[in-house]
Protein backbone atom coordinates (compact mmCIF):
# COMPACT_ATOMS: atom_id res chain seq x y z
CA UNK A 1 0.00 0.00 0.00
CA UNK A 2 1.21 2.97 -0.91
CA UNK A 3 2.21 5.75 2.35
CA UNK A 4 -0.68 8.50 0.94
CA UNK A 5 -3.00 7.72 -1.69
CA UNK A 6 -5.00 10.29 -3.17
CA UNK A 7 -8.03 10.07 -5.98
CA UNK A 8 -6.44 11.64 -9.31
CA UNK A 9 -9.35 13.18 -10.60
CA UNK A 10 -9.73 14.71 -12.39
CA UNK A 11 -13.10 16.40 -11.10
CA UNK A 12 -14.56 18.61 -13.30
CA UNK A 13 -17.56 20.74 -11.06
CA UNK A 14 -19.50 23.43 -12.36
CA UNK A 15 -18.71 27.41 -10.41
CA UNK A 16 -20.45 27.85 -7.41
CA UNK A 17 -20.60 23.58 -6.01
CA UNK A 18 -19.11 22.32 -3.44
CA UNK A 19 -16.38 19.83 -3.97
CA UNK A 20 -14.30 17.41 -1.40
CA UNK A 21 -11.22 15.57 -1.84
CA UNK A 22 -9.91 12.52 0.38
CA UNK A 23 -6.41 11.34 1.23
CA UNK A 24 -5.63 8.22 3.20
CA UNK A 25 -2.32 7.58 4.75
CA UNK A 26 -0.69 4.27 5.51
CA UNK A 27 1.40 5.30 8.96
CA UNK A 28 -0.94 5.22 11.93
CA UNK A 29 2.23 7.85 13.92
CA UNK A 30 1.94 10.10 11.08
CA UNK A 31 2.51 13.41 12.76
CA UNK A 32 0.97 16.37 11.01
CA UNK A 33 -0.42 17.37 7.73
CA UNK A 34 -1.33 19.43 5.00
CA UNK A 35 -2.93 20.27 1.78
CA UNK A 36 -1.21 22.25 -1.00
CA UNK A 37 -2.29 23.91 -4.24
CA UNK A 38 -0.25 23.19 -7.46
CA UNK A 39 -0.95 25.02 -10.92
CA UNK A 40 0.20 24.02 -13.91
CA UNK A 41 4.11 24.05 -14.14
CA UNK A 42 4.05 25.58 -11.44
CA UNK A 43 5.58 25.26 -7.44
CA UNK A 44 3.29 23.88 -4.94
CA UNK A 45 1.98 25.96 -2.22
CA UNK A 46 0.54 25.56 0.73
CA UNK A 47 -2.74 26.07 1.18
CA UNK A 48 -3.52 24.80 4.78
CA UNK A 49 -2.41 22.83 7.98
CA UNK A 50 -5.04 19.90 8.73
CA UNK A 51 -5.47 20.42 12.63
CA UNK A 52 -7.21 17.40 14.67
CA UNK A 53 -10.26 19.55 15.51
CA UNK A 54 -10.60 19.95 12.31
CA UNK A 55 -10.08 23.72 10.96
CA UNK A 56 -11.59 26.56 7.98
CA UNK A 57 -10.00 29.10 5.92
CA UNK A 58 -12.20 30.79 4.37
CA UNK A 59 -14.29 28.60 1.80
CA UNK A 60 -11.80 26.16 2.43
CA UNK A 61 -12.58 23.53 5.08
CA UNK A 62 -9.91 20.47 6.25
CA UNK A 63 -10.60 17.60 8.77
CA UNK A 64 -8.45 14.83 10.04
CA UNK A 65 -9.86 11.15 10.69
CA UNK A 66 -6.96 9.44 13.03
CA UNK A 67 -9.06 6.37 13.26
CA UNK A 68 -9.53 5.83 9.68
CA UNK A 69 -6.47 7.54 8.75
CA UNK A 70 -7.36 10.07 5.96
CA UNK A 71 -7.45 13.27 5.75
CA UNK A 72 -10.25 15.68 3.55
CA UNK A 73 -10.64 19.20 1.95
CA UNK A 74 -13.79 20.78 1.23
CA UNK A 75 -14.17 23.60 -1.33
CA UNK A 76 -17.59 25.55 -0.89
CA UNK A 77 -18.75 28.07 -3.27
CA UNK A 78 -16.01 27.19 -5.96
CA UNK A 79 -15.02 29.70 -8.22
CA UNK A 80 -12.98 29.55 -11.46
CA UNK A 81 -9.70 29.93 -10.05
CA UNK A 82 -9.84 26.94 -7.85
CA UNK A 83 -8.58 25.11 -10.73
CA UNK A 84 -5.61 23.39 -9.80
CA UNK A 85 -3.63 20.10 -8.86
CA UNK A 86 -4.61 19.48 -5.01
CA UNK A 87 -1.77 17.65 -3.40
CA UNK A 88 -1.52 16.07 0.44
CA UNK A 89 0.86 15.76 2.20
CA UNK A 90 2.17 13.73 5.48
CA UNK A 91 4.48 13.83 8.21
CA UNK A 92 5.22 10.45 8.38
CA UNK A 93 8.42 11.04 11.04
CA UNK A 94 9.75 12.84 14.05
CA UNK A 95 12.82 13.46 11.26
CA UNK A 96 10.03 15.41 9.20
CA UNK A 97 10.01 12.98 6.58
CA UNK A 98 6.80 14.32 4.30
CA UNK A 99 5.72 12.52 2.12
CA UNK A 100 2.65 13.75 -0.84
CA UNK A 101 0.16 11.70 -2.55
CA UNK A 102 -0.07 12.16 -6.67
CA UNK A 103 -2.40 15.00 -6.26
CA UNK A 104 -5.67 15.75 -7.42
CA UNK A 105 -6.80 17.54 -10.44
CA UNK A 106 -10.05 19.83 -10.24
CA UNK A 107 -11.75 21.71 -13.05
CA UNK A 108 -14.09 24.22 -12.58
CA UNK A 109 -16.63 24.58 -15.20
CA UNK A 110 -18.03 27.93 -15.82
CA UNK B 1 7.76 33.03 0.67
CA UNK B 2 10.86 31.18 2.40
CA UNK B 3 13.06 32.75 -0.06
CA UNK B 4 14.68 29.76 -1.86
CA UNK B 5 16.49 29.78 -4.99
CA UNK B 6 17.26 26.54 -7.38
CA UNK B 7 19.71 26.54 -9.83
CA UNK B 8 19.96 26.18 -12.69
CA UNK B 9 16.48 26.22 -13.57
CA UNK B 10 16.42 24.64 -16.99
CA UNK B 11 19.58 22.17 -17.70
CA UNK B 12 20.09 19.53 -21.10
CA UNK B 13 22.54 17.02 -20.28
CA UNK B 14 24.05 13.81 -21.90
CA UNK B 15 23.69 10.00 -20.16
CA UNK B 16 26.54 9.23 -18.12
CA UNK B 17 27.43 12.65 -17.24
CA UNK B 18 27.33 14.20 -13.37
CA UNK B 19 24.80 16.48 -12.71
CA UNK B 20 24.28 19.30 -9.60
CA UNK B 21 21.40 21.06 -8.40
CA UNK B 22 21.41 23.56 -5.89
CA UNK B 23 18.87 24.70 -3.15
CA UNK B 24 19.88 27.66 -1.26
CA UNK B 25 17.23 29.21 1.14
CA UNK B 26 17.65 32.61 3.32
CA UNK B 27 15.25 31.56 5.78
CA UNK B 28 17.30 29.53 8.07
CA UNK B 29 14.81 27.03 7.85
CA UNK B 30 15.99 23.33 9.60
CA UNK B 31 14.99 21.12 7.18
CA UNK B 32 15.46 21.03 3.47
CA UNK B 33 14.44 18.22 1.28
CA UNK B 34 14.48 17.50 -2.67
CA UNK B 35 11.57 15.74 -4.97
CA UNK B 36 10.85 14.95 -8.19
CA UNK B 37 7.59 15.33 -10.34
CA UNK B 38 6.81 13.52 -12.87
CA UNK B 39 3.77 12.91 -14.87
CA UNK B 40 1.14 9.74 -13.39
CA UNK B 41 3.84 9.98 -10.00
CA UNK B 42 3.51 12.93 -7.98
CA UNK B 43 6.10 14.60 -6.05
CA UNK B 44 8.06 11.75 -5.17
CA UNK B 45 10.91 12.35 -1.96
CA UNK B 46 14.73 12.10 -3.12
CA UNK B 47 16.28 12.92 0.13
CA UNK B 48 15.53 15.10 3.09
CA UNK B 49 18.18 17.09 5.57
CA UNK B 50 17.09 17.32 8.93
CA UNK B 51 19.84 19.43 9.88
CA UNK B 52 23.57 20.50 8.86
CA UNK B 53 25.53 17.07 7.68
CA UNK B 54 22.73 15.06 8.42
CA UNK B 55 20.66 13.61 5.38
CA UNK B 56 18.44 10.46 4.78
CA UNK B 57 16.68 8.82 2.50
CA UNK B 58 13.54 9.35 0.69
CA UNK B 59 11.13 7.05 -1.45
CA UNK B 60 13.34 7.15 -4.53
CA UNK B 61 16.63 7.96 -3.58
CA UNK B 62 18.87 5.29 -5.94
CA UNK B 63 20.94 7.46 -8.33
CA UNK B 64 20.98 10.24 -5.82
CA UNK B 65 23.39 11.63 -3.34
CA UNK B 66 22.99 15.22 -1.08
CA UNK B 67 24.89 16.97 0.90
CA UNK B 68 24.31 19.52 3.43
CA UNK B 69 26.89 21.57 4.73
CA UNK B 70 25.40 24.70 5.34
CA UNK B 71 22.42 25.55 6.56
CA UNK B 72 21.52 27.56 3.54
CA UNK B 73 22.11 25.00 1.29
CA UNK B 74 21.40 21.70 -0.08
CA UNK B 75 22.74 20.15 -3.05
CA UNK B 76 21.37 17.21 -5.39
CA UNK B 77 24.13 15.38 -7.32
CA UNK B 78 23.25 12.87 -9.98
CA UNK B 79 26.54 10.63 -10.71
CA UNK B 80 25.83 9.59 -13.71
CA UNK B 81 22.81 10.93 -15.27
CA UNK B 82 20.35 8.70 -16.87
CA UNK B 83 17.19 9.62 -19.10
CA UNK B 84 15.17 7.80 -16.56
CA UNK B 85 16.30 10.83 -14.22
CA UNK B 86 14.54 13.31 -16.84
CA UNK B 87 11.87 15.45 -14.31
CA UNK B 88 11.45 18.44 -12.55
CA UNK B 89 12.94 19.12 -9.26
CA UNK B 90 11.44 20.58 -6.61
CA UNK B 91 13.49 21.87 -3.52
CA UNK B 92 11.42 22.46 -0.54
CA UNK B 93 12.30 23.89 3.35
CA UNK B 94 10.72 23.76 6.33
CA UNK B 95 11.19 25.39 9.41
CA UNK B 96 9.79 22.94 11.82
CA UNK B 97 7.73 24.73 13.86
CA UNK B 98 4.26 22.86 14.18
CA UNK B 99 2.01 23.43 11.82
CA UNK B 100 3.55 25.34 9.33
CA UNK B 101 4.27 23.67 6.16
CA UNK B 102 6.71 23.33 3.83
CA UNK B 103 7.80 26.33 1.00
CA UNK B 104 9.18 24.95 -2.21
CA UNK B 105 11.40 26.58 -4.73
CA UNK B 106 10.78 26.87 -8.31
CA UNK B 107 11.90 24.29 -9.57
CA UNK B 108 14.83 22.96 -11.65
CA UNK B 109 13.52 21.28 -15.37
CA UNK B 110 16.30 18.54 -16.00
CA UNK B 111 16.37 16.86 -19.43
CA UNK B 112 18.60 13.73 -19.73
CA UNK B 113 19.37 12.47 -23.48
Known amino acids: RKEVEQDPGPFNVPEGATVAFNCTYS??????FFWYRQDCRKEPKLLMSVYSSGNEDGRFTAQLNRASQYISLLIRDSKLSDSATYLC???????????FGKGTRLHILP | DAGITQSPRHKVTETGTPVTLRCHQT?????MYWYRQDPGHGLRLIHY???????DKGEVSDGYSVSRSKTEDFLLTLESATSSQTSVYFCATLSGTEGFGQYFGPGTRLTVL
Open chain 1, 27 to 32: NSASQS
Open chain 2, 49 to 55: SYGVKDT
Open chain 2, 27 to 31: ENHRY
Open chain 1, 89 to 99: AVNMNRDDKII
